[in-house]
């Protein structure tokens, strides 16, 4: 399977099929004075006004070879030591995955950054809502660093607090109370949502979910209301749902910009799920066409997809589930399975390279990497590092306390809800 950097070059000239903006091949300072998410993966979405603006990275930063930011990074690890610990999204390139002290999904990130709690410091090379929920979870003196605060998540991006809130007083309204001893509605988010939003759900009543957990969190939901309010990501829910047995019928969609979510009230009385209208723009690109593909060049292929993908790819491939379930059903198939992958780039070329006894490819040959966590660049991390080293701390990501205490609750419910 060919480098992400050489899908990133083919990108850049252009390649054929791919949704990729060529300019997803320029350095990440390029787009450092552009509000927005910069080309890629997310270059239909729309930014909010209120994500965090990165600046332009300091010059030496920009102009320094790959070979002098390596030993750059390396001696400030070296200086720093166990005052700083980097954690590494498994999406993330390579030449920053290679500094991590520890690599996962953002729900095992979560889990160590309580797990450190002796560090000063814990450099996030994921996406600004991770660092939140590493900042919530991690203790009171610990600072969490986004090296580049323009690694949003567009997904994140799609459901603000505002539309939560408005969304929600329209559900109460219409659903009125319940005399079953069952909450009208309970609120689900995703992980991939941003601290305000996980504490509406803290608030009301509600749980945070991820990939891994989300049929779980589903049961836990279902024991204590009628219906569940699922967000940011519909496929998610869509396809977590319906493998429990419930109806698409009953999943209707809410668009933030229509009376009642553009649905009827009939319709949402009668709901078990109401669906956010929120998607990831990396895993919405795979399709059918793709497995069809795939199964044509590979008879007996395996094909696993991310359930963050639309409902009818989860359904035309063999299983699907996180991260965490695609690495583990690698490190477990016989030897020479031949595997195709649903899922980011980034990973599932790590994953071929660690597995030279099958054959992994990506669903899609020239599938854009997550844009905005390329965005996290040596040179950010250098940046980060050595200015620890000087003393100060830059990039800080601090979610206020009034959010922290109630996001906390609908993350220790989630904990309490994992089998
Ligand atoms: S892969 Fe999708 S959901 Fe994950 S951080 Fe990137 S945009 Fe967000």
Redesign the pocket.
């Known amino acids: 399977m060919s480098s992400v950097d050489t899908t990133i070059k083919l990108i850049g000239q252009g390649a054929p099929g791919s949704t990729c903006a060529p300019g997803l091949a320029d350095e990440p300072w390029t787009f450092d004075s552009i509000p927005g998410y910069g080309p890629g993966?997310?270059q239909g979405d729309v930014l909010p006004a209120s994500a965090p603006r990165q600046g332009v990275l300091p010059d030496e930063y920009q102009h320094a070879s790959i070979d002098e930011l390596d030993a750059r990074i390396l001696s400030a690890k070296e200086t720093l030591g166990d005052r700083v610990v980097i954690l590494g999204h498994f999406?993330q390139r390579d030449e920053v995955i290679k500094y991590a002290d520890i690599v996962g999904d953002s729900f095992q990130l979560a889990r160590a950054a309580t797990q450190r709690p002796d560090a000063e410091a814990l450099v996030f090379c994921g996406?600004h809502f991770m660092a939140e929920t590493a900042d919530m979870l991690s203790g009171d003196g610990q600072a969490v660093i986004l090296p580049n605060l323009a690694a949003g998540?567009?997904?994140?991006d799609m459901a603000n607090i505002d539309q939560v809130e408005d969304c929600w007083e329209q559900l109460e309204e219409l659903f009125g109370t319940s005399d079953d001893g069952l909450a009208p509605i309970i609120p689900v988010t995703y992980m991939?949502s941003s601290a305000a939003i996980k504490a509406f759900c803290g608030r009301n009543g509600g749980i945070v979910c991820t990939s891994s957990n989300a049929k779980t969190v589903l049961e836990w939901a279902f024991a204590r209301g009628r219906r569940v309010l699922f967000f940011p990501?519909q496929h998610l829910g869509r396809n977590t749902a319906k493998a429990m047995g419930i109806s698409v019928d009953e999943m209707p969609l809410w668009n933030p910009n229509k009376p009642l979510g553009g649905n009827t009230a009939p319709v949402l009385q009668a709901a078990k799920v109401v669906l956010w209208q929120g998607f990831?723009?990396?895993?919405k690109r795979f399709t059918v066409a793709q497995i069809e593909q795939a199964r044509a060049a590979h008879p007996g292929v395996r094909v696993i997809v991310h359930p963050?993908c639309p409902m009818e790819v989860v359904d035309a491939a063999d299983e699907s589930g996180s991260t965490d379930y695609i690495s583990k059903a690698i490190d477990a198939a016989p030897n020479r399975t031949t595997f195709a992958i649903g899922t980011?780039i980034n990973l599932v070329r790590r994953l071929s390279n660690d597995h030279p006894r099958l054959t992994i490819f990506c669903l899609d040959p020239v599938v854009c990497p997550?844009s905005?966590?390329y965005r996290i660049h040596p040179g950010y991390l250098a940046w980060v590092l050595e200015r620890m080293v000087a003393g100060e701390i830059v990039n800080q990501i601090s979610v206020p306390d009034d959010v922290t205490v109630p996001a906390r609750v609908a993350l220790e419910r989630m904990l309490a809800a994992t089998p």
């Open positions: 993966a997310s999406y996406v998540c567009s997904m994140a991939n990501d990831c723009s990396v895993h963050e980011e997550c905005t966590m």
